[in-house]
């Protein structure tokens, strides 16, 4: 077991006194809790090789200055899942002073598995009960003095989304941390048999292992540790390979988990769970008290009928159909306003400036270039993902998405996906960079992998613009439809070949579904944000260089230097002349500005041709249609290039791109080859 | 008149028939850590009593094949049933006091009733109901058969998850092991052997599930639900999993 620490956690953990992690299952309201005791500073932090992150945040409390780490939602603490041992670690390794457990007060007996496992790690805990308001309206009561009586650990009811008792929750527990010394976790103890096999394997486990040793292991206890290796969690049994003390210990817990599976019919690692599911269930059981549910309000009859079928898919195409209007008209008006702003006070100004301070020639020509490109992210690309990411954040927090994860599972399997692959895909029609960055939501890498792809073929607004502007207005509406309709198809198709030639098999969904709830708006505005920045700093520094490259290229005259080699490629495969060929290449940089470009370059090379002209003086509409073909299915631009690469690595992500490119040159020139037999 | 070696065996072969696999001798010897030529013995011995059948009847048979003798398939006649239950409610009981009253814990409970199964007399096993308030279930769960012999709870049909209707109910029998990695992770959830589900919805043209356990709705891909079995329930419902009662908590 490699130890890999994290950097920024060892910085928060230098700054603050105190280092609080924050821990529950997913949708328990955790991220709106986090956003409400932390302030804008977030940082966050990646296990290297994982795609799961740890949110970080310094914060005041009573003038102390304390760090709390968000823990990845989960379920349980096993080896099983990326966010699971991303959860182990950073209460592991990061050694809190206090794991604050957020359990749901509608769902106390699921909630509390995870909370008795952190007692069996044997760190100190407190639990915050959230929503509890919903639960009392659902008709559930819940005796929080009895619960923190009988698990042992301060309990503190709170409704995060007004912030009610989160200021009672931050104080107990900084009181606990303070005190440490008070308080003593004791776990719980298993049903006698298998209780007596766990102390059995952890006196062994503490005569033959040293202290040293115990430290590579994150140094759990004794019996935290027998209880995982009866578990044969994957990770400690590894780990325990590595060293000579371990085969012994093996060995023995090999034998005693033989023992319990003999004696109660399954494997150890299931008693143990079935077990602590059960002290879970008569917990809540002795805590809670259920009035009979009056009627189901609003949000669970609207739930319900956005997951049947016959319901649910009117309502998922009408949500689609409104998500895109209000990208193509919020955004539309968002990006006049940036446009109008850009021009005005920014980058008129900024270009003047830089013509009055260089002169003019090729360097300031290129770096107007480059502002330029800042330009284009400001007013292409930003108002349409502003608006996006407000509405995924939504639906996401409100709970939508997983009813339509839940509809679309089946279609999304064909393609080797599953149904939380939607939204990334449909986002791409936004832009691809964010797309991508959602693909994260995936659990395995063949699913990623088959995203990425399936998003990169997904024209995104700049394409669309490219497509519109180009086929639809010289070629006609139907030719432009139609290339729609082909990048359709292309996209299904590619879906389809790769779930059959990729090894393995798409993983199978399991996803917990609940009912409507209502999104916090500071929440929803943070995560809007949090993506937002990826994407300020990630694609348009990789837009902007790209944009000055294309400058100097251009005005250098260098870039008419390529024609020569790119003329079997260009005339010859694609029948398209040799200055569509230079702009197809450079369109890479920034693919919006295929159809500018192309003019841009044809009005230096082919005499008679101006900026103003029309593509029709030097181009065919057949040729306009496979230029625009072309440009819409190869690797959409250096931005997207730039995360996928972030995202996969370099050889899958050069992987992806080469074979788009291979695609858009295979179906250009099948378009040729059509338009010539035509 | 049954010795206790005898009686042991028609528990063992009691527990077996309740298992899907074939019940034969090779298993019965595996079970019982004994060599197949005591197992074919003493299996000679019941026959001749009348307690079991064996050697053509019951599961394994008909399949074509010749199967050696430590093959063929062994089942109880009702005879054999009948004594079976008589023990195995006798077994159950005594754990029942060995627990409740004396407060022995559940490995020597079992240990121990194993003794005093072979020679409680019936009037003692009719007190003994009596005083515990005729409990119907052992410590670790287990129905106890009535004085008749009847068992109240015999779970029927047992059939994968995605066979199970809309707004049908079941019990989780027990999830597939090809992939502990995902028997796990749905262990962690809560979804596990003897536990009640029911399905709320199927996706049409084989699409997902949305099932509930307890308090918590759970969307399960086909993939996924075709590796969990169910199994109905038939009459009374048990008395809950086995961890109701005793919160064994500090």
């Given amino acids: 077991m490699k130890q890999e620490r994290l950097e920024q956690l060892e910085k928060i953990r230098r700054k603050a006194e105190y280092v609080f992690a924050l821990a529950g299952n997913p949708n328990v309201g955790k991220s709106t809790i986090f956003n409400r005791i932390t302030g804008m500073g977030v940082m966050t932090a990646n296990y290297p090789g994982m795609t799961v992150e740890l949110n970080l945040a310094l914060t005041e409390l009573d003038g102390r200055k304390i760090g709390i780490v968000d823990l990845p939602g989960t379920y349980a603490l096993g080896a099983v899942s990326e966010d699971q041992m991303v959860a182990r670690r950073g209460v592991l390794q990061g050694k809190p002073d206090l794991v604050i457990v957020i359990l749901d007060a509608n769902n106390l007996a699921r909630n509390l598995y995870l909370l008795l496992q952190f007692l069996d790690l044997g760190c100190p805990v407190i639990a915050d009960l959230n929503l509890v308001d919903e639960a009392e309206k659902a008709g559930i009561h819940t005796d929080v003095r009895l619960l923190s009586e009988i698990l042992g650990v301060p309990v503190v009811p709170t409704v995060g989304v007004r912030g009610d008792g989160l200021g009672e929750l931050m104080h107990q527990a900084l009181k606990m941390a303070e005190g440490k010394e008070e308080y003593h976790i004791l776990p719980f103890s298993y049903a006698m048999d298998i209780e007596s096999r766990i102390r059995r394997l952890a006196r062994q486990i503490q005569r033959s292992l040293s202290e040293p040793l115990y430290e590579t292991l994150y140094n759990p206890s004794p019996r935290a540790l027998a209880i995982l290796l009866l578990e044969e969690d994957r990770e400690f049994v590894d780990a325990l390979r590595e060293i000579p003390e371990g085969k012994g210990l093996l060995e023995l817990s090999g034998r005693i988990a033989a023992e319990i599976e003999k004696e109660?019919?399954?494997?150890?690692?299931l008693i143990i769970a079935r077990e602590r599911h059960g002290i879970a269930g008569s917990i809540a059981a002795n805590v809670q008290e259920r009035r009979a549910h009056d009627r189901p309000h609003l949000g669970?009859?609207?739930?319900?009928?956005?997951?049947?079928?016959?319901?649910?898919?009117?309502?998922?195409?009408?949500?689609?159909?409104?998500?895109?209007?209000?990208?193509?008209?919020?955004?539309?008006?968002?990006?006049?306003?940036?446009?109008?702003?850009?021009?005005?006070?920014?980058?008129?100004?900024?270009?003047?400036?830089?013509?009055?301070?260089?002169?003019?020639?090729?360097?300031?020509?290129?770096?107007?270039?480059?502002?330029d490109g800042l330009g284009a992210v400001l007013q292409i690309a930003l108002p349409y993902l502003l608006i996006f990411y407000i509405i995924l954040a939504f639906l996401e927090d409100s709970g939508y998405l997983n009813s339509v994860a839940f509809l679309?599972?089946?279609?999304?399997?064909?393609?080797?996906?599953?149904?939380?692959?939607?939204?990334?895909?449909?986002?791409?029609?936004?832009?691809?960079?964010?797309?991508?960055?959602?693909?994260?939501?995936?659990?395995?890498?063949?699913?990623?992998?088959?995203?990425?792809?399936?998003?990169?073929?997904?024209?995104?607004?700049?394409?669309?613009?490219?497509i519109m502007g180009g086929v639809a207005r010289y070629v006609g509406v139907g030719p432009a439809l139609l290339l729609l309709g082909m990048i359709f198809v292309v996209v299904i198709a590619a879906g389809l070949l790769l779930n059959k030639i990729m090894p393995g098999e798409s993983a199978g969904l399991v996803m917990e579904m609940f009912p409507f709830r209502r999104p916090s708006l500071v929440t929803v505005l943070k995560k809007t944000w949090q993506r937002l920045k990826d994407f300020l700093y990630i694609a348009a520094p990789l837009i902007v260089v790209g944009s000055f490259i294309l400058g100097l290229l251009y005005e250098s005259g260098w870039i008419f230097k390529m024609t020569t080699p790119l003329k079997p490629f260009t005339e010859w495969w694609l029948g398209v002349p040799a200055v569509a060929g230079l702009a197809l290449i450079f369109a890479f940089l920034r693919k919006e500005l295929a159809l500018a470009l192309l003019l841009v370059l044809a009005a230096q090379a082919i005499p008679g041709v101006t900026e103003s002209s029309s593509l029709l003086e030097f181009m065919s509409r057949g040729q306009i249609f496979t230029f625009a073909l072309v440009c819409a299915v190869y690797i959409p631009c250096v931005a997207t290039l730039g995360v996928i690469w972030r995202e996969l690595g370099a050889r899958d992500s050069l992987a992806i791109a080469a074979s788009t490119v291979v695609l858009a040159l295979l179906l250009g020139g099948a378009a040729h080859l059509v338009l010539i037999i035509i | 008149m049954l010795t206790e070696k005898m009686e042991e065996y028609l528990e063992a072969l009691f527990k077996l028939s309740r298992e899907e696999e074939a019940l034969n001798p090779a298993r019965l010897s595996e079970h019982l850590g004994v060599t197949p030529p005591t197992v074919l013995d003493m299996l000679h011995r019941l026959e001749a009593d009348g307690f079991v059948r064996y050697g053509g009847t019951?599961?394994?048979?008909?399949?074509?094949?010749?199967?050696?003798?430590?093959?063929?398939?062994?089942?109880?006649?009702?005879?054999?049933?009948?004594?079976?239950?008589?023990?195995?409610?006798?077994?159950?009981?005594?754990?029942?006091?060995?627990?409740?009253?004396?407060?022995?814990?559940w490995e020597s409970a079992h240990r121990e009733a194993c003794k005093l199964e072979h020679v409680l007399s019936p009037e003692v096993e009719e007190k003994l109901a009596e005083v515990l308030g005729n409990p119907e279930t052992c410590p670790h769960g287990y129905p106890i058969p009535d004085e008749k012999g009847h068992i109240k709870e015999e779970e029927e049909e047992i059939k994968p998850l995605c066979d199970l209707c809309t707004n049908e109910k079941g019990r989780i029998a027990r999830v597939e092991e090809e992939e502990p990695q995902l028997l796990q992770y749905l262990a962690s959830l809560g979804l596990l052997p003897d536990v009640d589900i029911e399905v709320k919805e199927v996706a049409p043209f084989g699409g997902p599930l949305l099932v509930k356990i307890g308090d918590t709705q759970y969307a399960l891909g086909r993939e996924v639900a075709s590796k969990i079995w169910t199994k109905k329930r038939r009459g009374r419902v048990r008395r809950g999993p086995r961890w109701t009662g005793d919160a064994r908590v500090r």
């Fill in chain 2, 58 to 105: 019951g599961k394994g048979r008909g399949k074509g094949k010749v199967y050696g003798r430590a093959r063929k398939a062994i089942s109880l006649t009702p005879k054999g049933e009948r004594a079976a239950t008589a023990l195995v409610r006798r077994h159950r009981l005594s754990e029942r006091f060995l627990t409740d009253v004396l407060g022995l814990d």
């Fill in chain 1, 300 to 371: 669970e009859r609207l739930w319900e009928y956005t997951t049947s079928f016959k319901t649910g898919i009117p309502i998922l195409l009408v949500v689609m159909g409104l998500v895109l209007l209000a990208l193509f008209w919020g955004g539309g008006a968002l990006a006049d306003l940036f446009s109008r702003f850009w021009d005005g006070y920014v980058g008129g100004p900024l270009g003047r400036g830089i013509e009055a301070a260089f002169g003019v020639n090729t360097f300031s020509q290129s770096l107007k270039w480059a502002v």
């Fill in chain 1, 264 to 269: 109660h019919g399954g494997k150890a690692a």
């Fill in chain 1, 408 to 466: 679309t599972d089946r279609f999304m399997h064909r393609l080797g996906l599953h149904g939380r692959a939607v939204i990334p895909l449909i986002s791409a029609v936004g832009c691809n960079v964010p797309a991508v960055m959602g693909t994260r939501v995936l659990s395995t890498r063949r699913e990623r992998i088959i995203a990425c792809v399936l998003i990169v073929l997904v024209p995104c607004s700049a394409r669309i613009a490219v």
